[in-house]
């Protein structure tokens, strides 16, 4: 008999043991979708950001099996895939597990983020070393934990690229909420105290799915809002922070784990 939990996820805790009822290369065959993707996947949430990303990548848009409520955009040298997702941990993490299963081992997340911590101001550029694990996702495919973690290989290997061609940018944790209404100011300063520097919706999800499935993860974010005031700041856009952030994009697009010294598993 399954034991069940009154407090967390997931409610049977011994399902992280057993095998999905059907997996994505089962809906990608149903969709009668069977391309092979490339190695790299850019995931976005931000249409001023896709935007430049698919001018200078000459990228070509093509249908994803969501009946076109959801676009792939292939580089023009076909390597890397470009894909605009709307905010969220669940669709990322679904996402995540499809162009796994069609060829991409390398996922980095470009977003925004806002900053719970006077250190980062709007502006910052923030590359994720590890996410708070404040969100559903994450449980379902890996056992509990403070934080989730991305690829040690592909986080360490941005930032000596990154910080050489950039410079400026913080390396620090992040926290991933599902509720984005509902963050409070006990909470903000609390997690600011533990020395976590934003707040945004997916980090911890892809991490978490990137270590169950076997593939690299990472996330950069430019902070566009302020929390840790006695008022919220507002939403700020700040182009450019997003032509950094499209910088980073070009950085991960030709670089290669291979030829990094860093070393480490994912």
């Known amino acids: 008999m399954a034991t069940f939990q009154r407090k967390g996820l997931p409610k049977i805790p011994a399902k992280i043991r057993h095998s999905p009822?059907?997996?994505?290369s089962d809906f990608l065959s149903s969709s009668e979708y069977?391309?092979?993707?490339?190695?790299?996947?850019?995931?976005?949430?931000?249409?001023?950001?896709?935007?430049?990303?698919?001018?200078?990548?000459?990228?070509?848009?093509q249908d994803y099996p969501y009946k076109g409520r959801l676009m792939e955009n292939v580089s023009s040298d076909g390597n890397f895939i470009i894909l605009k997702l709307p905010p969220g941990s669940a669709f990322t993490a679904a996402v995540a597990e499809e162009?796994?299963?069609?060829?991409?081992?390398?996922?980095?997340?470009?977003?925004?983020?806002?900053?719970?911590?006077?250190?980062?101001?709007?502006?910052?550029?923030?590359?994720?070393?590890?996410?708070?694990?404040?969100?559903?996702?994450?449980?379902?495919?890996?056992?509990?934990?403070?934080?989730?973690?991305?690829?040690k290989k592909l986080t360490l290997s941005l930032k000596e690229k990154v910080s050489s061609c950039l410079g400026g940018i913080f390396f620090g944790p992040t926290w991933t909420t599902d509720a984005v209404y509902m963050e409070t100011r006990f909470e903000i300063e609390t997690?600011?105290?533990?020395?976590?520097?934003?707040?945004?919706?997916?980090?911890?999800?892809?991490?978490?799915?990137g270590r169950r499935r076997g593939f690299h993860t990472a996330a950069v974010f430019?902070?566009?809002?302020?929390?840790?005031?006695?008022?919220?700041?507002?939403?700020?856009n700040d182009?450019?922070?997003?032509?950094?952030l499209s910088e980073i994009a070009k950085i991960f697009s030709v670089m290669s784990l291979d030829e990094q010294s860093v070393g480490g598993e994912i």
């Open 34 to 61: 069977r391309r092979t993707l490339p190695r790299k996947a850019i995931l976005i949430y931000s249409d001023h950001l896709y935007k430049i990303i698919r001018e200078w990548s000459g990228s070509s848009l």
């Open 99 to 151: 162009i796994h299963a069609l060829g991409v081992e390398e996922m980095i997340v470009l977003g925004t983020a806002g900053s719970i911590s006077r250190t980062a101001p709007i502006g910052s550029l923030i590359l994720c070393e590890r996410a708070l694990r404040d969100e559903g996702v994450s449980y379902h495919y890996i056992p509990p934990s403070l934080y989730s973690y991305p690829s």
């Open 239 to 244: 182009l450019e922070s997003m032509h950094k």
């Open 191 to 209: 997690y600011s105290k533990m020395g976590i520097l934003t707040v945004e919706m997916e980090a911890s999800a892809l991490f978490a799915v």
């Open 222 to 236: 430019a902070v566009s809002d302020e929390l840790f005031g006695d008022n919220w700041s507002g939403i700020v």
């Open 21 to 24: 009822a059907f997996s994505p």
